[in-house]
């Protein structure tokens, strides 16, 4: 058994938030197979594993059992292809409580151009996103996958999508975007077409960068 298994089977799942100051940002910088080379002292808080724990780890070691597989298998065809992936995700902290995240990454590249490492950034995602929006949509994919495999619940998302006009990128900026509109926080922009491409412009005024 690895280690990452030894930490997952004594970890018994709570359906609890972790309390952690929302306004601070997750950081971690993994190569490019997903293994844990760097974790920022927010990341090792609000995840509950000590530095130590981390550092060699798959970073699926704080993946949520809540979790559709098919977000994971979209952002990592992203990633590899060396695309930006905005997604919303529910993680595990080593006390088996919860907590919800939008991911960033920058793409490191050697000098052939082969990636070699993601830094990701991850910050809060607003409870109404999740609680509306995302929650249902995320336990019907995970019906779909136990009932008829991650093919069709990713046959579910793209006509989710479709039905929506966006692609999933779209989707969630869209749901934030609404969210702190209402909330003010972002009345002095207007959501233009012309932002870049994917929604980078809304993201990097979400990630202050």
């Excluded at 971690?28 to 995840?47: L, M, Q, R």
């Excluded at 529910?90 to 151009?113: C, H, P, Q």
């Excluded at 910050?123 to 093919?151: F, R």
Aim: glycine share 6%.
């Amino acid at each position: 058994m690895n280690q990452e298994n030894q930490f997952q089977n004594r970890t018994a799942v709570i359906d609890k938030e972790v309390t952690w100051d929302k306004t601070q940002v997750i950081m971690s910088k993994t190569n490019a197979f997903g293994i844990i080379e760097y974790a920022n002292e927010v990341f090792v808080d609000v995840c509950g594993y000590e530095d130590y724990e981390l550092m060699g780890q798959p970073h699926n070691i704080i993946r949520h059992p809540d979790m559709p597989k098919v977000i994971f298998k979209v952002l990592w065809e992203n990633l590899k292809q060396g695309k930006n992936f905005h997604a919303i995700v529910k993680n595990l902290a080593k006390s088996g409580r919860y907590y919800w995240v939008i991911t960033d990454f920058d793409i490191a590249r050697d000098e052939n151009g082969v990636i070699v490492n993601y830094f990701a950034r991850r910050q809060a995602v607003p409870q109404e996103v999740v609680s509306l929006h995302i929650e249902p949509l995320y336990k019907k994919l995970l019906q779909i996958e136990a009932a008829s495999g991650v093919e069709f619940s990713e046959k579910y998302l793209i006509g989710f999508l479709e039905e929506k006009k966006r692609s999933y990128i779209e989707y969630i900026k869209e749901l934030i975007y609404e969210h702190e509109k209402a909330q003010s926080k972002f009345a002095q922009y207007e959501l233009k077409e012309e932002d870049e491409e994917e929604g980078k412009g809304f993201f990097k005024r979400l990630f202050g960068r």
